[in-house]
């Protein structure tokens, strides 16, 4: 079992930076693929980033891509989701989810791979 609790989230301006983190209990996290899933109000949840547990491989939704960068630290136990050029279309709530594989450059893009997700965390970006 592994417990995920995101922060960082908060309320910013067009073209601010925000750092999410991700942090992980209860397992070895070095062997769980982590992904970023946000949810704007009235939509349904999306992919915004995922990472391996080796933090070989990354992949991002064209949407945020060459503004958002995903990393970890696996001594740390923490997923981080660095956004830049924030725009009021990046408001939603952020989750971060893991999954265990045992393939250390393995990413996954779909909700349904992951067992356990976290409780979110609220990003707003006023215009």
């Known amino acids: 079992q592994v417990q995920l609790v995101e922060s960082g989230g908060g309320l910013v301006q067009a073209g601010d930076s925000l750092r999410l983190s991700c942090a992980a209990s209860?397992?070895?996290?070095?062997?769980?693929?982590v992904g970023w899933f946000r949810q704007a109000p009235g939509k349904e949840r999306e992919f915004v980033a995922a990472i391996s547990w080796s933090g070989s491989s990354t992949y991002y939704a064209d949407s945020v891509k060459g503004r958002f960068a995903i990393s970890r630290d696996n001594a740390k136990n923490t997923v981080y989701l660095q956004m830049n050029s924030l725009k009021p279309e990046d408001t939603a709530v952020y989750y971060c989810a893991a999954r265990h594989t045992f393939y250390s450059g393995s990413f996954y893009l779909s909700e349904r791979e992951y067992a356990y997700w976290g409780q979110g965390t609220q990003v707003t970006v006023s215009s």
């Open positions: 209860g397992r070895t996290f070095s062997s769980y693929a």
